[in-house]
């Protein structure tokens, strides 16, 4: 498989066209023959354009590729080698939502022939690439696994809005269904990964390892959290306190903040899911997330009592919050926390405004019933910076006198500011 992928006798399919599927396939377009597929033809035609419709690369990066963007299921029918790339999100239960990926095992099983490799991408449950998704592609194609194709697992690895730690510098864990079938998968995406290739045992493994990369964060930024509503309670700075511990060798740091995106704050709900079917409760797991689902009310509640303090009216306090995404730099505002806090703060009835220079108004009303203002239009109360957005950290005193009515009040949930800065201010942050 992959010497004709490069001598382009063979392609290669990449299925979904987001943040993870597109880096992948222009990566891969620079080296091989690539056929780039996603369900939603608005994007297809935005992307034969050389425009990414998330907003993540240059045009720059569609130069010198050789692929064809399609929205048509018979095109897959060229392709040799699929990498399913779909969203792998959570319902309003928290329980994993599987839809997009059984679709795209769907779409494959379709056209898949024998000799086809397909690896999947999306992060899942150990057991979900083998359990869930080739029973899929054995049904729709009438091939049997080993005798007339291959599979493997390779998690993603990229972040979005990261311009130095790029796909081909992320080392890439990979696996496969029999030693032949991960040699060939490995040498595949050694390609395009600089950084080099992990052979992982099995399948299982490789989505284990996906799962607890993103897992142990969200247990060490609950841990900061909790530390961050004691040291609150103690009236003790927990950056300071954070400063201090952190010039111990071994001490790691993490901060305090808002867990949102579609990876810290989503995969282990596929942990804890799979090991409820097994019959286990996972404890730390779900403290963590309980802690860490909870910090928007947290920080909605905090403001509100220093509101009070303040004397202020809470049906005519007017908020501002600057950034809604759910990191700096990025126009994603999938699970985004900060739309938690502007819904606890209205549950208070105060007022509420949302800028971001990143976000898209009507992706944001559509999903969270919420539109975004251009630019501040009243004096406010107070003022949340919620996303560590480049075009809030030059941001100096005067800005925020201008658009405060009286006093400010400034929620610095980034810690962007220095001390020196908001010597005038009434400031708070985790």
Known sequence: MYQQLVDKENKIAVIGLGYVGLPIALAFAKKTSVIGFDINAERVEMMKQGVDPSKELESAAFEGCDIEFTANIEDLKKANFFVVAVPTPIDASRTPNLKPLLGASNTVGQVLKKGDYVVFESTVYPGCTEEDCLPILEELSGLKLGEDFKIGYSPERINPGDKERTIE?????????????????????????????????????????????????????????????????????????????????????????????????????????KAQKLGYNPQVILSGRRINDNMSTHVATKLVQLLLQEGKVLNTANILVMGVTFKENVSDIRNSKVADVVSA???????????????????????????????????????IVAVAHDEYKELGADYF?????GQPILVDLKNLYSSELTKDFIVWGL
Not at 354 to 366: C, R, W
């Open 169 to 273: 510098k992320i080392v890439k864990v990979v696996a496969g269904s029999d030693a032949e079938s991960l040699e060939e998968i490995a040498k595949v995406y050694e390609l395009i990964i600089d950084a080099g290739v992990h052979r992982a045992t099995t399948i299982k493994v490789a989505e284990a390892a996906k799962v607890i990369e993103n897992t142990q964060r969200d247990l060490n930024i609950a841990l900061m959290n909790e530390l961050s509503i004691i040291f609150d309670k103690m009236d003790i700075n927990t950056m300071d306190v954070l400063k201090a511990a952190g010039t111990k060798w071994n001490f790691l740091k993490f901060y305090p903040g808002l867990v949102g995106g579609h990876c810290i704050g989503v995969d282990p709900y596929y942990l804890t899911f």
């Open 345 to 383: 703060l209205k549950d208070f009835s105060v007022n509420v405004d949302v800028i971001d220079p990143h976000a898209a108004s009507d992706e944001v009303e559509q999903e969270y019933g919420f539109s975004l203002i251009d630019k501040p239009n009243k004096k406010y109360e107070a003022v």
């Open 401 to 405: 006198k201008s658009i405060s009515n």
